[in-house]
């Protein structure tokens, strides 16, 4: 007998309507590339997770496939929202940072507050 599938922790959704949201969760930092996503599940550093982003119009979701490496808990300080930061995998090639970033030409260099920084 087969064990009963866990819990599907590690497969998280995002919309990302406009490109405010957008860049608020990015996070150019990160090696890679990287994005914030609002959850109020537990994770820890290291854990791997698969994002299905809408973003902004495009018909398709942008799948994600990454790792944990930013937590903002549950009550932090400031009232930030609850959520992870993901670094995405190198196995993209630097695409979905690329598509991104496209997206987002002439913003990264704000000053504007994002949703980690």
Known sequence: MAN????????????IPDKKALYAAYMPYIKNGGLFV???????IGDEVFVLVNLIEE???LPIAGRVVWVTPIGAQGKRRAGIGIQ???QDGGSNQK?????????LDSETPTLTM
């Open 4 to 15: 009963p599938p866990g819990p599907q922790q590690g497969l998280l959704k995002l919309e």
């Open 38 to 44: 609002p959850t109020d599940k537990p994770y820890r």
């Open 59 to 61: 018909r398709e979701r």
């Open 88 to 90: 995405f995998s190198e």
């Open 99 to 107: 598509k991104i970033e496209a997206v987002l030409a002439g913003m």
